[in-house]
């Protein structure tokens, strides 16, 4: 049994009374988690209120408040592969991830995660990530580590003042005609809830994509997102009919199964750029990752 070092919370949203427990918000409001599972937390005094004291099956349903939790899984998979920080000052942390690691705990990873990793190695257990980028893919993501300064550095992603550059390689069945795409179009979650698809309607999705090189039947893109739409690299390669290579999502999901550390994503958050927003200097970062080409 593995369970997470931080704990996770959820926020008691505003709803109509008469107000269900406590623990009949949890069993439905985490569906996959079995009531047996919940019921288990709440008797063993694992599941905290906003004082982080225990809560009982009698604790009121209150709106708006924070309910606190420690994420358990029984079996959590081990990531062979580690990262690397590459900038480290008092106000940020840029690591470089590997493939198959979670930014953040999801899923059956609790511990097994960037973050936490980082808040072990570094022992700031403040650090909060300003970005994510997939579990599959590898590449830079950068950190918060001091609370004073990072609604600033929040600013500066949420306004689009961050370029970031992608590397992937991608199959390859004939050579096309041009070297430059600007994709530009609206991207919804699909089915099921970790796909995202292209929709009609008002665009909020753009990515420009350079073709590098081709050899035999891969290619070699650069990829500049202008926005950060969740796959939206992934999706908008194949869709030109450019798969990034062992995608399992896109164009067709594949059947679930254990991780193949042996093929990796060959996509890579190869580079960031932003003027700091506290110095004024330009901050320039790059993975040391490398993709199969």
């Known amino acids: 049994m593995s369970r997470a070092f931080?704990?996770?919370?959820?926020?008691?949203?505003?709803?109509?009374?008469?107000?269900?427990?406590?623990?009949?918000?949890?069993?439905g409001r985490f569906a996959k988690i079995p009531p047996a599972v919940w019921h288990e937390r709440i008797a063993s005094g694992k599941v905290l209120d906003m004082r982080e004291n225990p809560i009982s099956f009698d604790t009121a349903y209150m709106p708006k408040t924070r309910l606190y939790y420690y994420r358990e899984v029984i079996d959590e998979p081990?990531?062979?592969?580690?990262?690397?920080?590459?900038?480290?000052?008092?106000?940020?942390i840029v690591a470089d991830k590997p493939h198959?690691?979670?930014?953040?705990?999801?899923?059956?990873?609790?511990?097994?995660?960037?973050?936490?990793r980082l808040k072990t190695k570094t022992g700031i257990h403040s650090l909060t990530p300003l970005h994510r980028?997939?579990?599959e893919t590898a590449g830079i993501v950068v950190f918060s580590c001091n609370p004073?300064?990072?609604?600033?550095?929040?600013?500066?992603?949420?306004?689009?003042?961050?370029?970031?550059?992608?590397?992937?390689?991608?199959?390859?069945?004939?050579?096309?005609?041009?070297?430059?795409?600007y994709m530009e179009n609206r991207i919804v979650r699909g089915e099921p809830f970790f796909r995202m698809k292209i929709t009609g309607g008002k665009s909020n999705a753009c990515t420009q994509l350079y073709l590098l090189e081709i050899k035999e039947n891969k290619a070699l893109f650069r990829a500049?997102?202008?926005?950060?739409?969740?796959?939206?690299?992934?999706?908008?390669?194949s869709t030109l009919g450019f798969?990034?290579?062992?995608?399992r999502k896109y164009p067709a999901l594949l059947p679930?199964?254990?991780?193949?550390?042996?093929?990796?994503?060959?996509?890579?958050?190869?580079?960031?750029v932003f003027k700091g927003p506290i110095t004024g200097t330009l901050c320039e970062f790059e993975s040391e990752g490398k993709l199969d080409w």
Do not use: M
């Open 224 to 237: 500049v997102p202008l926005t950060g739409k969740k796959h939206q690299v992934r999706l908008h390669l």
């Open 133 to 135: 980028i997939d579990k």
């Open 78 to 92: 081990v990531v062979p592969f580690k990262e690397r920080i590459l900038y480290q000052d008092e106000h940020i």
């Open 6 to 27: 931080s704990a996770s919370f959820v926020v008691l949203p505003e709803t109509e009374p008469p107000y269900p427990s406590v623990f009949e918000f949890l069993c």
């Open 100 to 116: 198959f690691l979670p930014v953040i705990p999801s899923g059956p990873y609790v511990n097994e995660c960037l973050l936490n």
């Open 256 to 272: 679930e199964q254990e991780a193949d550390f042996s093929k990796p994503l060959q996509l890579l958050a190869k580079r960031i």
């Open 243 to 247: 798969p990034v290579v062992n995608d």
């Open 148 to 181: 004073e300064s990072r609604g600033t550095y929040q600013t500066l992603f949420q306004k689009g003042s961050v370029n970031k550059e992608y590397e992937a390689v991608t199959r390859c069945t004939s050579v096309p005609r041009q070297k430059e795409w």
